[in-house]
């Protein structure tokens, strides 16, 4: 017995889909090792460790990469290159916002005490 002509009902992966899906697994992996550190700064406003230089850096050679990126047919690094662009921009406003602006004190441990809620301040 012949088996019918045609596509096949279950879904098959050719070579030309490897590179789709290892971009995609791959921005999903940077945008997820990236994620704890947008957290972090924005919890803490803490960004005392971060160079100016380097975040005027990146987003100047995010900008320049851009024109590469957009000239490719849309695919998974248009969305890495998009979060790769306004995590570094927002980097850099949070940067400026905070560093040197609100210095923070650590009260020496004797001057610390028990607020109502038992914790200490």
């Given at each position: 017995?012949?088996?019918?002509?045609?596509?096949?009902?279950?879904?098959?992966?050719?070579?030309?889909?490897?590179?789709?899906?290892?971009?995609?697994?791959?921005?999903?992996?940077?945008?997820?090792?990236?994620?704890?550190?947008?957290?972090?700064?924005?919890?803490?406003?803490?960004?005392?460790?971060?160079?100016l230089g380097n975040l005027?850096?990146?987003?100047?050679?995010?900008?320049?990469?851009?024109?590469?990126?957009?000239?490719?047919?849309?695919?998974?690094?248009?969305?890495?290159?998009?979060?790769?662009?306004?995590?570094?921009?927002?980097?850099?406003?949070?940067?400026?916002?905070?560093?040197?602006?609100?210095?923070?004190?650590?009260?020496?441990?004797?001057?610390?005490?028990?607020?109502?809620?038992?914790?200490?301040?």
């Amino acid at each position: 017995m012949a088996t019918p002509a045609g596509p096949s009902p279950f879904w098959t992966m050719n070579l030309n889909d490897f590179p789709v899906l290892a971009g995609t697994v791959s921005t999903l992996l940077f945008v997820m090792s990236y994620l704890p550190m947008l957290v972090k700064a924005f919890r803490t406003r803490d960004l005392e460790s971060y160079s100016l230089g380097n975040l005027l850096i990146a987003n100047i050679g995010n900008g320049v990469h851009s024109i590469y990126v957009f000239s490719l047919p849309m695919g998974p690094i248009w969305f890495l290159h998009g979060f790769y662009v306004v995590s570094t921009a927002v980097m850099l406003l949070w940067h400026r916002l905070y560093v040197g602006r609100h210095p923070r004190e650590e009260k020496p441990p004797e001057e610390r005490r028990e607020n109502a809620l038992g914790c200490w301040a």
